[in-house]
C-alpha cells in the first residue's frame, strides 16, 4: 500500500502537543492593527489548542503528526 500524503498547507499550521492535542496559532493577527486594543493583539499572539470537533478531520490530513 502507498504512503498517505500530508496536507501540506495543514502541516505548516499545525503542531502536535506532548499529549497528541493540535496546537495552532490565532487568526486577526496579520493587518489592520491599529484599531485592536493591546491586549486584543496580545491575547492573539497565544497558541490555542484546535477544537475537539475539528480534530478527526485534522488526523485524518495529517497522517504522521
Known amino acids: 500500500m502507498p504512503k498517505m500524503k500530508t496536507n501540506k498547507a ?14 495552532r496559532s490565532k487568526a486577526y493577527k496579520s493587518h489592520i492593527l491599529t484599531k485592536k486594543t493591546t491586549k486584543r493583539k496580545r491575547n492573539l ?18 497522517p504522521y503528526l
Do not use: Q, Y
Open 45 to 62: 499572539r497565544k497558541s490555542a489548542i484546535t477544537d475537539s470537533t475539528n480534530v478527526k478531520n485534522m488526523k485524518k490530513i495529517l
Open 10 to 23: 495543514a502541516a505548516k499550521r499545525f503542531k502536535a502537543t506532548g499529549t497528541g492535542k493540535l496546537k
